[in-house]
């Protein structure tokens, strides 16, 4: 165990003296999993019956990550899975920072922030919106690394297969979206007329659009469509082909003139019959490939579609932070700020030397500290994080650690 590994051990087991990670409902049904310093696997199929005995493991093992099962099983701690005999399992959204796109250009506490507003775009739109959950229904946890999980226990999840649990999925994701379900086509009579003694209906193909009752993702393209409609209307052409990238090489002054003349009759009549057709065409282009990206959800599939997933348990720590894996309501995400409230009060103020590697700037603790590379002073709080972190080495690189 190198002095990086022996000096967050020692820290972690501080915080493991004063608490207990926080035990999931029926906890004797779970299937515990976790990593140490010393070893790079994950050491499962284990069970505890008791907040006592996990404690005394936790102090005495001191693990860096902290897993419990999302399944209930009838062995949890039975050593292949055939014989844990599956009982249900929660539904678990995930959502973590390397999914962001350009999160590789982002500092850590943009991505914090970045991740925690999809978060909650997911919790109300999505969870507590289309799909109708409560707030008691959804369990909000910070993974204490980049991100955060939503957990959903009600019995009527419990027993949902990986097929459902995809299709929930899908869902949230708009993945095979069916854009002509959302607007379809109707054939709608424009004029009659008698020829030879005959009644000649003619007739054209129209758009509809989703009426403002509407629910789910008929309601988000309805309302998105107006945000479309209004930017073509109100935008130079060259931002248009920025912000929309499917208009691509297409004249749009017809669909701007177009546009200007019926915004407003299109959404009273719920149909676009007042536009000329290459105008409906680009608007229904925009929302497939464009509109519905935006309004989509983040999720990680795989994790959502595991029925036997092991997930961070709550009050545990994570080893490449140092940062509190917590609970939190809805209520409480709004202003959560884990740079600052999930940093652990057992970590001192007392300074710590370690060796910076590169240049970093982080904010902990409402203190921001702005690193050159090369051995300097930081509270021990912050030193666990950037050793956690990789960003830097405990020690100046030439001593020996004195605790051991």
């Excluded at 820290?11 to 515990?32: N, S, V």
């Excluded at 919790?123 to 409560?134: A, H, K, T, Y």
């Excluded at 710590?352 to 590379?373: A, G, M, Y």
């Excluded at 100046?396 to 650690?401: A, C, F, N, V």
Aim: glycine residues 6%; neutral net charge; charged residues 30%.
């Amino acid at each position: 165990m190198d002095q990086n590994s022996r000096f967050l051990l020692r820290t972690f087991r501080k915080y493991y003296r004063e608490h207990t990670p926080i035990l999931p409902d029926r906890f004797a049904r779970r299937e515990f999993g976790f990593m140490f310093f010393d070893r790079d696997f994950v050491q499962r199929h284990m069970g505890f019956t008791n907040s006592g005995d996990l404690h005394r493991f936790m102090e005495s093992r001191v693990p860096s990550h902290s897993y419990y099962s999302t399944a209930y099983y009838r062995k949890p701690a039975a050593p292949t899975m055939e014989e844990k005999e599956w009982l249900g399992a929660e539904l678990i959204f995930d959502l973590d920072a390397d999914h962001l796109a350009g999160a590789e250009n982002m500092t850590f506490e943009a991505m914090l922030a970045q991740i925690k507003r999809e978060m909650i775009v997911l919790v109300d739109s999505f969870l507590m919106g289309d799909l109708g959950f409560s707030e008691e229904d959804v369990n909000i946890v910070f993974s204490g690394g980049r991100g955060y999980h939503a957990h959903i226990k009600i019995p009527e999840v419990l027993g949902l297969g990986t097929h459902e649990r995809r299709e929930v999925v899908d869902y949230v994701t708009a993945k095979n979206l069916d854009i002509d379900s959302i607007f379809p086509l109707r054939n709608e009579a424009t004029r009659s007329a008698v020829i030879n003694g005959r009644a000649i209906n003619n007739a054209r193909v129209v758009r509809m659009i989703p009426p403002a009752d509407s629910g789910g993702w008929h309601l988000r393209m309805r309302n998105g469509l107006k945000v479309v409609v209004d930017d073509i209307c109100d935008m130079d052409p060259k931002d248009l082909r920025k912000v929309y990238p499917s208009i691509g090489t297409r004249k749009i002054d017809g669909a701007q003139a177009d546009l200007r003349k019926s915004r407003e009759l299109i959404f009273e009549n719920n149909k676009m019959s007042t536009l000329r057709k290459p105008t409906q065409d680009l608007l229904i282009d925009i929302m497939a490939k464009d509109m519905a990206v935006r309004l989509s959800g983040e999720v990680d599939e795989p994790v959502t579609a595991d029925i036997k997933r092991l997930i961070r348990l709550p009050g545990s720590i994570h080893g490449k932070t140092g940062l509190r894996v917590m609970p939190l309501t809805r209520t409480q995400l709004t202003d959560f700020d884990p740079l600052s409230m999930a940093v652990p009060t057992e970590y001192s103020d007392e300074e710590v030397t370690v060796n910076v590697k590169r240049q970093f700037e982080i904010r902990l603790r409402d203190q921001r500290f702005s690193l050159l590379p090369g051995v300097q002073k930081v509270p021990e709080y912050a030193a666990v994080f950037l050793v956690g972190r990789k960003v830097a080495d405990y020690g100046d690189g030439t001593s020996k650690d004195p605790f051991f």
